[in-house]
C-alpha cells in the first residue's frame, strides 16, 4: 500500500491550491474591512451616526431635492498673456423641482438665465486661479452665489462640477 510519509504529487498540488484559496480570502476580507473603516472615518460622512436627528447638520447634509444637470460649457478664460479654454460640466443642486421642466435643462423656463449666469462667473476666471488647490471650491461658491442672487426663485442650494478640462 501506499507510505502515508510520502504523498503523490496530486495531493500536493491540492494542499497548495486549498492554502492559496484561503489566503486569498483572507486578503480579500481584510481589505475589505480597511476600506470600509477608511470611507467611514474619512470620505464618507453618510456612514458616520452621530444619533442626533432634526439638527442643522442632518439637514445640511440631505441630498437636495432636485439635481439639474446642464450641458457642458466651454469658455474661453480671462488668461491675458495666451488663449486658455475651459470645458466644465456642471449640474445644479435645487431644493425644489423646477416648475413647468419636463427633462433636465431642454425644457426649463430657467435655463437660458442659468447658462447666462454661468458663462458670466465662467468667463472672468483665470487658468491659474482654477488650478490652485482651492480654485474649484472657490469656482462653485461663486457660482452658487450667483445664481441665488441673480435668480433666487431657482433654490440653487449646491453646485456640483461633474466634468473639469483646462487647455492652454
Given at each position: 500500500?501506499?507510505?502515508?510519509?510520502?504523498?503523490?504529487?496530486?495531493?500536493?498540488?491540492?494542499?497548495?491550491?486549498?492554502?492559496?484559496?484561503?489566503?486569498?480570502?483572507?486578503?480579500?476580507?481584510?481589505?475589505?474591512?480597511?476600506?470600509?473603516?477608511?470611507?467611514s472615518?474619512?470620505?464618507?460622512?453618510?456612514?458616520?451616526?452621530?444619533?442626533?436627528?432634526?439638527?442643522?447638520?442632518?439637514?445640511?447634509?440631505?441630498?437636495?431635492?432636485?439635481?439639474?444637470?446642464?450641458?457642458?460649457?466651454?469658455?474661453?478664460?480671462?488668461?491675458?498673456?495666451?488663449?486658455?479654454?475651459?470645458?466644465?460640466?456642471?449640474?445644479?443642486?435645487?431644493?425644489?423641482?423646477?416648475?413647468?421642466?419636463?427633462?433636465?435643462?431642454?425644457?426649463?423656463?430657467?435655463?437660458?438665465?442659468?447658462?447666462?449666469?454661468?458663462?458670466?462667473?465662467?468667463?472672468?476666471?483665470?487658468?491659474?486661479?482654477?488650478?490652485?488647490?482651492d480654485?474649484?471650491?472657490?469656482?462653485k461658491?461663486?457660482?452658487?452665489?450667483?445664481?441665488?442672487?441673480?435668480?433666487?426663485?431657482?433654490?440653487?442650494?449646491?453646485?456640483?462640477?461633474?466634468?473639469?478640462?483646462?487647455?492652454?
Amino acid at each position: 500500500m501506499g507510505d502515508p510519509v510520502n504523498k503523490s504529487p496530486q495531493q500536493k498540488h491540492g494542499r497548495g491550491k486549498l492554502i492559496l484559496i484561503v489566503a486569498g480570502a483572507t486578503a480579500l476580507l481584510a481589505l475589505g474591512g480597511a476600506a470600509y473603516w477608511y470611507a467611514s472615518e474619512h470620505s464618507l460622512p453618510s456612514l458616520r451616526h452621530s444619533g442626533k436627528v432634526g439638527t442643522k447638520t442632518a439637514a445640511k447634509d440631505a441630498p437636495p431635492a432636485v439635481v439639474f444637470q446642464l450641458s457642458s460649457f466651454v469658455v474661453n478664460l480671462a488668461d491675458p498673456d495666451h488663449a486658455s479654454f475651459l470645458r466644465i460640466g456642471i449640474a445644479l443642486g435645487l431644493n425644489k423641482p423646477l416648475a413647468g421642466a419636463g427633462e433636465p435643462e431642454k425644457d426649463s423656463p430657467f435655463t437660458p438665465r442659468i447658462r447666462d449666469a454661468v458663462l458670466g462667473v465662467l468667463s472672468s476666471w483665470k487658468s491659474e486661479d482654477l488650478l490652485a488647490p482651492d480654485g474649484r471650491t472657490k469656482l462653485k461658491k461663486q457660482l452658487l452665489a450667483t445664481l441665488q442672487q441673480k435668480i433666487p426663485e431657482l433654490g440653487a442650494e449646491d453646485v456640483y462640477i461633474t466634468d473639469f478640462l483646462i487647455q492652454r
